[in-house]
């Protein structure tokens, strides 16, 4: 069942809540504009001391650090800082150290609560932190990108990289609230708020052709800016997730479909070696247009699908091919190795989330190397 929407404060305040129906685990996500301003007074009841620490990155902390600090101490909370470079390439065992012997010099109880300030990069590594820490300790997501606050900040799953494979290392570890400021979407660069842009599109894809319509007629306005487009988007993308994550906690089946075009797009990312050559969401984006490929190459969905979303996607200026990305060195050959250390690989075969049409994903381990093969050559041509 969808979770309901709910005003946070007074009616007509720009701001929803999306409930994460988890049992003792629950939590909400405050989302809107100005929710950074409130961050003290939200994180308030889950206190049981008055202080914590905000992990953010550099880059971030140009842009939010300070209001968010003024938040909290406005309400009386101590607040240490402890601010990392930006980049995929924080996600790793290094940081993960540096992180946890910080925190334990910081001081740090079991009752404490820590924030992570920051898109999936810092959402992912400090959420395993707080897992690892003292056996576990509560965290706070403060989602400050488009792909983090509709994807990675909500379910979860934290993490980091390994040499071997993208999140290969990590652990289901639920944050006590998640607040999405939209303001923070206007001091994204363009090129990071059109990747998260294709974690959006995922939930059209796998579940809600309407939403996928409407994003192909309003995709320009969320991008551009525009508040009441950029809410709709983020409010329906995460009551979708909120509803599979309610169902599925731990990936044992229907949870498995939010990795549309993760599969393909996590292969290259290891490719690119997790470099600036290829955002989160690019590969994504190219992953979702390879998976509706497979999906037609399988005669499960209506050709001219994956030719739709690569058009989408063109008209936004988000990559969508290959083209820019792969070099000659490149081989389909590799790229299917990188995928088979992907996290969904059960009794070796590998599972793919496909398609019967727009709107309609399912979760298969039924697919010949082969055709996977064929989609990447001609990828690559």
Not at 39 to 48: D, F, T
Not at 124 to 147: E, H, M, Y
Not at 172 to 188: N, S
Request: hydrophobic letters at 40%; one cysteine or more.
């Amino acid at each position: 069942m969808t979770p309901e929407t709910t005003p946070l404060a007074e009616p007509g305040d720009d701001q929803d809540v999306v409930h994460v129906d988890l049992g003792t685990r629950s939590y909400d996500i405050c989302l809107g504009s100005g929710v950074i301003d409130q961050a003290g007074e939200l994180i308030a009841p889950l206190m049981r001391r008055k202080k914590t620490v905000v992990i953010t990155d550099r880059n971030v902390a140009k842009h939010w650090l300070a209001p968010l600090v003024a938040s909290l101490e406005g309400i009386g909370v101590k607040t240490d800082t402890i601010i990392l470079e930006p980049g995929e390439q924080t996600k790793s065992f290094a940081q993960l150290e540096r992180l946890t012997t910080e925190l334990l010099e910081k001081r740090i109880e079991r009752n404490t609560i820590i924030i992570a300030l920051g898109g999936g990069v810092i959402g992912d590594l400090v959420g395993f932190t707080a897992a690892v820490t003292l056996r576990g300790i509560d965290f706070v997501q403060i989602p400050t990108s488009l792909l983090a606050q509709v994807d990675s900040s909500v379910g979860g799953k934290t993490g980091i990289n390994s040499p071997h494979g993208k999140n290969l290392v990590g652990a289901f570890h639920q944050p006590r609230l998640v607040l999405a400021d939209t303001d923070t979407l206007g001091t994204l660069p363009a090129r990071e708020l059109r990747a998260g842009y294709a974690e959006v599109v995922k939930y059209g894809l796998i579940g809600d052709a309407g939403f996928f319509e409407w994003l192909e007629s309003n995709g320009a306005r969320v991008l551009s800016g525009d508040a009441q487009a950029q809410r709709h988007a983020i409010a329906l993308s995460c009551r979708a997730k909120a509803a599979v994550v309610a169902e599925d906690e731990r990936e044992h089946g229907a949870r498995a479909l939010l990795n549309f075009g993760h599969t393909f797009g996590h292969a290259l990312e290891v490719e690119t070696g997790y470099s600036s050559r290829l955002l989160h969401g690019e590969g994504v984006a190219i992953g979702s247009v390879m998976a509706l490929q497979l999906s037609e190459r399988l005669k499960l969905c209506p050709i001219g699908s994956a030719e739709r979303l690569h058009t989408h996607f063109s008209e936004l200026e988000i990559p969508c091919d290959l083209s820019g990305v792969a070099d000659a060195s490149w081989t389909a050959e590799r790229l299917l190795d990188h995928m088979g250390l992907d996290k969904k690989i059960t009794d070796g075969k590998l599972t793919f989330i496909l398609a019967r049409a727009i709107g309609d994903g399912f979760v298969t381990s039924d697919v010949d190397e082969g055709d996977v093969l064929t989609v990447l050559r001609d990828a690559l041509v």
